[in-house]
């Protein structure tokens, strides 16, 4: 399976952005993890192919993860960005069986200004 993501880019704190990402196969979860400068790769939000999600501490309430199952995508609509939002942002899926997310897509930047 092999990941597609887009939308990244430069916002101003406050401000939103919306992230997509296309499969090129079925997956059961897909997610959106980051990566800041200097830190190590976290889990924002995690959706199953159910629709039932998860979110990180930090962005609940702010961002929400969405699918479409039928367009083998998976979106991250992020609203009241920060700055310490400001990272590369990664999409990721995998099966009902395997690897919890074996298959993962190129990083698209996120910057949030102040």
């Known amino acids: 399976v092999q990941l597609q993501a887009s939308g990244g880019g430069l916002v101003q704190a406050g401000g939103s952005l919306r992230l997509s990402c296309a499969a090129s196969?079925?997956?059961?979860?897909m997610a959106w993890f980051r990566q800041a400068p200097g830190k190590e790769r976290e889990l924002v939000a995690d959706?199953?192919?159910?629709?039932?999600?998860t979110y990180a501490d930090s962005v609940k309430g702010r961002f929400t993860i969405s699918r479409d199952n039928a367009k083998k995508a998976v979106y991250l609509q992020m609203s009241s960005l920060k700055p310490e939002d400001t990272a590369v942002y990664y999409c990721?899926?995998?099966?009902?069986?395997?690897?919890?997310?074996?298959?993962w897509g190129q990083g698209t930047l996120v910057t949030v200004s102040s």
């Open positions: 990721a899926a995998g099966r009902i069986t395997g690897l919890l997310y074996a298959y």
């Open positions: 196969g079925l997956t059961f979860r």
């Open positions: 959706i199953t192919s159910s629709s039932s999600a």
